[in-house]
Every structure is written in C-alpha cells, then in structure tokens.
C-alpha cells in the first residue's frame, strides 16, 4: 500500500473516533510507535508506526480533533523549512501532525509508515478475540 493510501487509511480510522488521544509508545530500533486511544488507561486501538525515523519534533502525549485530518504530508514550504533547521537527509518523507490545543504541528520524517489497529489491552485476559492482544509490560 502507498503511503498516501496508508495516510488516508489512518486518517479514516481517527475520523471513527468521537476523540483520540495520541502519546509516544515505543522509539526502538529507528523507529517510532505512536498509540491512540480514547481511553489510556485500559489499551488502545491504533498505532502508527513511523519506520526508519530520521528526525522527530514532537511531543510525549497529545489530543486530537477527529473531524479534521490529523496525519498529512508535509507541503513543500514546510519541507524547506523544517529541512533549513535540521537538514533532513534526502530520501525522507517528511509527516506533519496536527494536535487539536497547539498551533504548531509535530513534524516526524521517516522513511516510511505502517500502522496496526489490533486492540491493546493493558490489563490481563483470557480468551482473547481476533485483532485483540495485550500489552508487551503487562505481567
């Protein structure tokens, strides 16, 4: 799948949503997971996993508007400046975020994206259903 496809894919799947809350999962191995959830403090049901990160200008947590797009490509005003600041390597796709209270984007460039809309849970279960799993830390 193309990244435009997979951006309007994500974009959809938060547009589900009444509201989303975003944080920073996991920065592993050059990449980037971001988790969304309407509710933190039982799982959550989407990541978006940003592959082979160059650069990342971002906060730990955030809110989102989901009637508005919220994961774009950057424009090319955008990749100019935020490439004269920290001369982004070429090959980098540059992706723009829009929180719902900040008036600046978060701007991530990575190679690639990928995203996963298993439910995660962050308490023990049994009997799992499909596209249900628990959280890597819950013992």
């Not at 920290?86 to 978060?106: H, M, R, S």
């Not at 308490?123 to 799992?128: I, S």
Request: charged share 25%; proline share 1%; net charge negative.
């Amino acid at each position: 799948m193309e990244i435009k496809e997979k951006l309007k894919k994500i974009n959809f799947l938060i547009s589900k949503e009444s509201w989303l809350d975003m944080e920073i999962l996991e920065i592993k191995g050059g990449n980037l997971v971001i988790a969304c959830s309407t509710d933190f403090s039982y799982g959550h049901c989407l990541e978006i996993k940003f592959i082979d990160v160059f650069h990342v200008n971002i906060n730990a947590e955030w809110k989102t508007d989901t009637s508005k797009a919220v994961l774009h490509m950057a424009n090319d005003e955008e990749c100019l400046a935020v490439n004269q600041n920290y001369q982004i390597e070429q090959g980098n796709i540059l992706f723009k975020i829009t929180a719902e209270d900040l008036q600046v984007p978060f701007y991530i460039s990575a190679k690639n994206l990928d995203y996963n809309t298993d439910s995660v849970l962050y308490y023990k279960k049994e009997n799992l259903k499909d596209n249900e799993r628990i959280a890597d830390w819950v013992q």
